[in-house]
T-cell receptor, first 112, second 113 residues
Framework: GIQVEQSPPDLILQEGANSTLRCNFS?????LQWFHQNPWGQLINLFY???GTKQNGRLSATTVATERYSLLYISSSQTTDSGVYFC??????????????FGQGTILTVHP | GAGVSQSPSNKVTEKGKDVELRCDPI?????LYWYRQSLGQGLEFLIY????????KSGLPSDRFSAERTGGSVSTLTIQRTQQEDSAVYLC???????????FGPGTRLLVL
């Protein structure tokens, strides 16, 4: 099956710093989503971005599908950005049309 | 509107007992997914429903696991004869159609003693 690798595994920042999280995947995808899991365990969808670039406030994401990677940018980080960031992908065809395969996540800690 | 809800939020059971976990998706969402999150395995797909049918059950770990969806809405995940390795957080998600943004519920934390 498809492999999803996220880097870095851990990231520690001071409030106000910027960061870039990376997601590499091993096959063509037609579905890519970024999620934030807060300290209480709730998964929040940040972006649906199988290709191209999107921005939402201090967050933006870019997916280069032909090169099989996606980047999540966090600018001017805040303590509330702490948590785990997951990249998840879905592949073409068959009956796997809805299934997402998740990476292992990047644990982000933002200190005041 | 209301998000995805799951019940119970926590469940403690004894090894060998059966458990039922419930998911109420966002109204109007045709696609529903079950995932499992554990320390050792990360987030794993279990099963996908489109309407009431399940075209992808490939993630169910054994025949002790089953799921159904009725009325294109509520879904129940049943684990028979629970084992300690079934301990995990069981997450439900829904989307308007497959291959679209998935919205997750808060999860059910299952502990098998």
């Amino acid at each position: 099956g498809i492999q999803v690798e996220q880097s870095p595994p851990d990231l520690i920042l001071q409030e106000g710093a910027n960061s870039t999280l990376r997601c590499n995947f091993s096959d063509s995808v037609n579905n890519l989503q970024w999620f934030h899991q807060n300290p209480w365990g709730q998964l929040i969808n940040l972006f649906y971005i199988p290709s191209g670039t999107k921005q939402n406030g201090r967050l933006s994401a870019t997916t280069v599908a032909t090169e099989r990677y996606s980047l999540l940018y966090i600018s001017s980080s805040q303590t509330t950005d702490s948590g785990v960031y997951f990249c998840a992908v879905g592949v073409h065809g068959g009956t796997s049309y809805g299934k997402l395969t998740f990476g292992q996540g990047t644990i982000l800690t933002v200190h005041p | 509107g209301a998000g995805v809800s799951q019940s119970p939020s926590n469940k403690v059971t004894e090894k060998g007992k059966d458990v039922e976990l419930r998911c109420d998706p966002i109204s109007g969402h045709t696609a529903l997914y079950w995932y499992r999150q554990s320390l050792g395995q990360g987030l794993e797909f279990l099963i996908y429903f489109q309407g009431n049918s399940a075209p992808d059950k490939s993630g169910l770990p054994s025949d002790r696991f089953s799921a159904e969806r009725t009325g294109g809405s509520v879904s129940t995940l049943t684990i028979q004869r629970t084992q300690q390795e079934d301990s995990a957080v069981y997450l439900c998600a829904s989307s308007f159609h497959s291959q679209e943004t998935q919205y997750f519920g808060p999860g059910t934390r299952l502990l098998v003693l």
